[in-house]
């Protein structure tokens, strides 16, 4: 028997766990909320400090990777995504960063009204439960998803701050806040010590209701489209093929990678690309998994004098203890991630708004200790807010458990190339700044004889650049209609069928994504449900 719902929300990741709490807060409509993976149920997802080791678990992991990168040496790199109740917010470094307010407007300036950053502050007000910030107008004390700013309690991080400070850079207390620019503690998503997803935080509370049905490892393999609307969903659930009918709305929040693969699956994109991929099109829309955006990022290493690194927890006894004090009590030092310090900043002054992200990190990461590095260090990374890069995600077949080809193409463009090259020379002063320079033992890479000229220091990026795990853009939100996506995130040329997550996306924001994720979600509830919108924030210029 085919069951029925009102609405089918595929995805249970930072936008399918904030729509299904939503659409079904009322009681007035069913919701089926499928995740092709399991239950967030294992103890090391709520130890912030292990979420660097969680990124690559196989059991909550897409485990997707790129082609081989033309302009990173021909590596491919590895992409991870979660797959599990609540997504990559399960497996991220919970850092909560909207980006910047002129990344919002240009998208009102681009033809969607409603999407500017006066529209969208409530929305992030409206989630946000911060436990420390009072509230005003650019913070919330009273929605679900906890909020906490870092304490910063390793010396390094003040000694950080201190040397960016000394090169002429501000101080920002609240990137969240009137101005993002400068060099402070960040925001994280961590509540009594343990990670706080879309999971725990809005899933977990709506998952009591009769109204509420939730699905595990159920893949979604294809859009049932009839006369032009999406009825249900073709999926299978523990394996065994399973059919549901969508009365209202179906509604994709797989992500970047898994949104535009089930509409290509489901004949909707390009068809020329449909055809060799073996599908027949139903709907045409060339942009289908185009116009893919991430940030890039590099790793500056240093190895540290004074044994005040986070290297003094690698050994495992310590490693354990601190683990087990996260879990039991909500305390230690494994209730942090060591991304605490950093901040947005201009590579060249003329820019209007900062082009780079940089953080600070007092230890050194696991691919350099596996290269037989294990000792006393720390790094700066930095990556760039606004690549011009564009790539695609494509099926290369008919079955929708083999993953789709991710062509980011990054660093294609000449200006991403620049800013890499600017924020080595920005992060490199900040490390050769005295209060930092004082712990520094020596360069691990990049050495003297990487920087010598911009060749140099363009080997160097191709080499080691990586992913800083936040693509977006394949279903582009747009007013026109090659967009995949209309302003209310409704499909274009298929009634009843939306896309809510980071790949609607026409730009990527300036900062890390789960938090505008999130936003979406909750703006696309109101739209959803035809509930008025927020009224716009007053914000002063």
Known sequence: MTQSFDYIVVGAGSAGCVLANSLSEDGKHSVLLLEAGGADSNPLIKVPMVSGLIYFWKSINWNYATTPQAHLDGRAVNWPRGKVLGGSSSINGMMYMR????????????????????????YFRRSEGHLERPADAYHGTTGPLAVVKAKGENPLYGEFLKAGLAEGFVANDDFNGPDQEGLGLYDFNIRNGRRESTATAFLRPAMGRDNLTVWTRALATKVILEN?????????????????TAKREVILSGGTINSPQLLQLSGIGD????????????VENREVGRNLQDHLGVYLKYRCK???????LFRPDRAISAGLR??????????????????FLKTRPELDIPDIHITFVPGLNLETT???QGQHGYLINFYQLRPESRGTVQIAGVDPTVAPTIEPNYLEAEADRRCMRDGVRLARRIGASPALARHDAGEISPVTTDLRDDDAIDAWVRAGANTIFHPVGTCRMGSDEGSVVDGELKVRGVRGLRVVD?????????????????MIAEKAADMILGRPALAPAVLAP
Do not use: C
């Not at 980006?99 to 009204?113: I, V």
């Not at 068809?271 to 139903?282: H, N, Q, S, W, Y």
């Open 370 to 372: 596996r290269a037989g």
């Open 271 to 282: 068809p020329e690309a449909l055809k060799r991929a073996g599908v027949t099109p139903r």
């Open 228 to 244: 032009g609307r999406a009825t249900g969903l073709e999926l299978t659930r523990n394996g065994t093929p399973v059919r549901v």
């Open 99 to 122: 980006g910047h307010r002129a990344d919002y407007d240009t998208w009102a300036g681009q033809g969607l009204p409603g999407w500017g950053y006066a529209d969208i502050l409530p």
């Open 326 to 343: 996260a879990l039991l009590f909500g305390t230690g030092p494994a209730t942090s991630i060591p991304l605490e310090a950093g901040g």
């Open 306 to 312: 004074e044994p005040i690194t986070l290297y003094s």
């Open 502 to 518: 980071a790949s609607v996306m026409p730009t990527i924001v300036g900062g890390n994504t789960s938090a505008p994720t999130m």
